[in-house]
């Protein structure tokens, strides 16, 4: 090991440091690369998942949501197009684990509401999600048809 000199020196890429916060009010920091992508952010943290935190393991990354002041952070954005780092103390963002069965429940509960909206406007709705109108466009008992009535 000679002497450092200005040939022998490696630039340091700064690095951003996350402080991940679960609704359990656990947390993680780890430190990533300014120009890595939130996708590739969540990939690092699912397979760095800590033993401890096994009753709260997502099933994949993509059930993992990162939210920063209130935004969830999409996917193909950088830490350094959301300006979530701080020099000198680790930024807090949120860690939202969606449950597995979301998307089965979701999906149910829409296809029930579209069922009831469609049976008051005299249409209805097959397993298949086709649309049969019964005679013409009228609108039953005064309900405008939406979802919400």
């Known amino acids: 090991d000679g002497p450092t000199t200005p040939e022998n020196i490696v630039p340091q890429t ?3 440091s996350l402080s991940f916060l679960l609704v359990s009010g656990r947390r993680r920091t780890m430190s990533f690369d300014p120009a890595i992508t939130i996708g ?3 990939e690092l943290v699912w397979n760095a ?3 401890d935190w096994q009753d709260e393991s ?3 990354p993509s059930h993992l949501r990162i939210l920063y002041l209130g935004k969830i952070l999409q996917d193909e954005d950088t830490l350094t ?3 979530t780092y701080s020099s000198a103390l680790p930024t807090i963002v949120h860690l939202s684990i969606r449950p597995s069965n979301i998307s089965t429940v979701d999906d149910t509960m829409k296809k029930r509401r579209l069922s009831n ?3 008051r406007r005299g249409t209805t709705i097959t397993n298949d999600a086709e649309i049969v109108r019964e005679g013409d ?3 039953g008992s005064g309900c405008c048809g939406c979802i919400i009535c």
């Open 117 to 119: 909206a469609f049976s």
């Open 40 to 42: 590739r952010v969540k």
């Open 14 to 16: 700064p690095q951003v």
């Open 81 to 83: 197009r959301e300006q």
């Open 49 to 51: 998942w800590p033993a």
């Open 137 to 139: 466009d009228t609108v």
């Open 58 to 60: 997502p099933q994949a």
